[in-house]
């Protein structure tokens, strides 16, 4: 994990006078799963746009894999963002349409094996976005974000909405499909209970840019007020019991 697959520089976002982010940087190392945490307001989503390329920074610098196309990189926004008029095999395919040299029976082969992949039953993919569960339309963005095998996974509050059951089964299935995929994920996420059972490294934002980075036993030693309330409260101590 010593080489940057997104590397961020400087990034700074602003809407009207509101400052966002003021000279922020961060990094993706491959291989890890980097959670990003902060207070409702510090921009965590906005980093996400940012690094996808749908907020246009006010300055500064994103880097994803340098010398790499989209296709090496999957995008799961909150509860899935699927196309409400396709059914979830078709949303499956739309990033599988973009090659252009696949044909229809073979998207859908591979649709059928993604959505087996994220553990969606094989009955999922007639189905529309409004006839699934919450945590099946999460199962069904992710399948989505990994249509293309990319080597990067970028997930905005994946287990937001869930019940701790679903969540916990959720974060399973992403450190499952991390560890088989080889994948680099970027999550963005509130859930304690999902930076302990899947990150490697957390990184705080505070103060307009990330404030500190490290593990989770790192996180719990910091001093500053906000990080030690954050990872010494009720909810983390109840998410460091095994």
């Not at 509101?18 to 921009?43: P, T």
């Not at 991390?178 to 934002?205: E, K, N, P, Y």
Request: charged letters at 20%; a neutral charge.
């Amino acid at each position: 994990m010593d080489e940057a697959v997104i590397q961020v520089r400087g990034l700074v976002n602003r809407f009207g006078k509101a400052v966002i982010h003021d000279g922020l940087d961060i990094d993706l190392m491959r291989g890890e799963v980097l959670g990003v945490v902060g207070a409702s307001g510090s921009g965590k989503s906005v980093l996400l746009r940012s690094i996808v390329g749908l907020q246009r920074p006010s300055a500064g610098t994103v880097t994803v894999l340098p010398g790499a196309g989209r296709a090496r990189w999957g995008v799961m926004f909150q509860d899935g963002a699927l196309f409400s008029a396709l059914t979830v095999r078709e949303n499956v395919e739309v990033p599988l349409k973009m090659q252009g040299n696949l044909t229809a029976a073979l998207r859908r082969a591979l649709a059928d094996l993604k959505l087996a992949m994220v553990g969606l039953p094989a009955k999922a993919g007639g189905l529309y976005p409004s006839d699934l569960s919450g945590g099946m339309r999460k199962r069904a963005g992710l399948a989505r974000a990994l249509a293309l095998d990319p080597e990067i996974l970028l997930l905005d509050e994946p287990t937001a909405g869930l019940d701790p059951i679903a969540a916990s089964e959720f974060d399973t299935l992403i450190t499952t499909l991390q560890r088989a995929m080889g994948l680099s994920v970027f999550l963005v996420t509130h859930d304690l209970d999902t930076l302990h059972a899947t990150c490697d490294r957390i990184a705080v934002l505070a103060q307009r840019r990330v404030l500190v980075t490290g593990t989770m036993a790192q996180m719990r030693d910091e001093t500053d007020p906000w990080v030690h309330s954050y990872f010494h409260g009720p909810r983390a101590h109840a998410a460091l019991v095994e």
